[in-house]
């Protein structure tokens, strides 16, 4: 069996030079998309162009936003309740919702957490070594 010359390839394909394409690529620092993707107006910006825009032959000037600012808060001074809650959300933030376990294992180990594991827990996310993981490991399950 002839052996084979050192400088000799070994058989199979490689794949092309790695100079194919070079004076195609893109320049370091150059992007490929310098506009970046092409902004399409969504319904969102619809919307917010025409509720700025001033209602047609309305005698105080009013935009379509203001126009509906007052009809919300008209409905909620007569009782709306759903008016009220809409115009409480956007101006003061939607109030917290009470979360309630079924199993008290959880309930009552962050009632024993101290204040230093409560805010070690708030800025890392560490639980105390105590903590019950899985809703296991705690002996006052009530």
Do not use: C, H
């Amino acid at each position: 069996m002839p052996k084979m010359p050192e400088n000799k390839q070994k058989t199979g394909f490689r794949g092309p030079s790695p100079d194919v394409g070079k004076p195609y690529q893109w320049k370091k620092g150059q992007s490929g998309n310098p506009s970046g993707r092409p902004k399409s107006k969504t319904l969102s910006d619809a919307y917010r162009n025409k509720l700025e825009e001033p209602v047609p032959n309305d005698s105080e000037g009013r935009t379509w936003a203001e126009l509906i600012a007052e009809a919300q808060v008209r409905d909620a001074v007569r009782g709306n309740v759903q008016a009220a809650r809409e115009i409480a959300d956007r101006t003061e933030g939607r109030a917290r919702q009470a979360i309630e376990f079924e199993d008290k294992t959880f309930a009552n180990a962050f009632e024993r957490m101290t204040r230093e594991e409560l805010e070690r827990y708030a800025a890392t996310g560490q639980l105390p070594d105590w903590f019950p993981r899985n809703g296991v490991n705690d002996t006052d399950n009530q």
